[in-house]
């Protein structure tokens, strides 16, 4: 992934991430750092900033970005943290739809 796909789109000019552990708290975070190509991007920022800046980012780059989760199965595991882990991934699911049906 590293050494292939993701350079290889980001040389296209679309903008993508990766994340190895989706079920950890933060994984969004990791995600918009490699967006925004920021090392010091704030961390923790709430689902309504998260969307606000993946619909900036797709309006600059014209392409929604991809993104990678690696170990995605692990999310519907289920056990203590399975509610708080799958709620943390339906905003993800959320803005796919909404690209999807091509609009805000």
Not at 9 to 15: F, V
């Amino acid at each position: 992934m590293r050494a292939g796909l993701l350079p290889m789109l980001r040389e296209s000019s679309i903008p993508a991430a990766l994340d190895r552990d989706p079920e950890q708290e933060g994984f969004t975070d990791v995600l918009l750092r490699q967006l925004l190509e920021d090392p010091e991007q704030e961390q923790g920022c709430g689902p309504e900033q998260f969307m606000e800046i993946m619909e900036t980012i797709c309006e600059n780059t014209r392409s929604p970005p991809v993104l990678v989760l690696d170990q995605f199965e692990n999310v519907f595991t289920e056990g203590k943290a399975y509610e708080k882990r799958r709620d943390r991934i339906a905003l993800l699911l959320a803005l796919t739809v909404q690209q999807s049906r091509g609009g805000s």
